[in-house]
Structure formats: C-alpha cells, structure tokens
C-alpha cells in the first residue's frame, strides 16, 4: 500500500468515526430538556455541515494528482481538525 493510500485509508476511518460518534451524541441531546433541545439542534447541523465539509476535502483529496497532493493534505487536514475540535466541544458541553 502507498503511502497516499494509507493516508486517505486513515483518514476516511476517522472521518467515519467522527460520524458514529455524532449520531450516537445527537441521540443523546434527543433526551436534554426542551430549552436546550433547541441549541443543540443549531450545533448539531452546524457538525454536520463540518462532517460533510471535511467529507468534500476527501473526495478532493482523492482525486488529487501528485502536483496538488501535499496541498491538499494540508487544506484537507486543516478542515478535518476543525471538525475534530467543534466535536470534542460540542461533546463537553453535553
């Protein structure tokens, strides 16, 4: 395996963890009070318009030639962090 097709292999695995991990925490803000049922509501669409932001990035980077590949790791990167970080807050807020 390349080192790209390890790369994108460990990426999309995250990626689809990142996933699980939200719809399992979106049932779990389905049981908070009717106040707060609303605003965790609001960030969770906001997650999943960075799950599929980041999920774009992939394809993008999928697709990548050799000339764009290291720019696109670092683009691509850059959005799955912010995704990561949005998560883990959303999730310590729950």
């Not at 993008?60 to 691509?76: C, N, P, Q, R």
């Amino acid at each position: 395996m390349s080192k790209r097709d390890e790369y994108t292999a460990k990426l999309k695995l995250q990626l689809d963890e990142l996933n699980v991990k939200m719809d399992t925490l979106e049932a779990k803000t389905a049981e908070a009070k009717a106040d707060a049922h609303d605003a965790y509501k609001a960030e969770m669409a906001k997650l999943r318009h960075q799950s599929k932001l980041a999920g774009v990035k992939y394809q993008e980077l999928m697709e990548a030639g050799e000339d764009t590949w290291d720019k696109m790791v670092a683009e691509t990167e850059k959005v799955r962090d912010a995704f990561i970080h949005s998560f883990s807050y959303f999730k310590s807020q729950v």
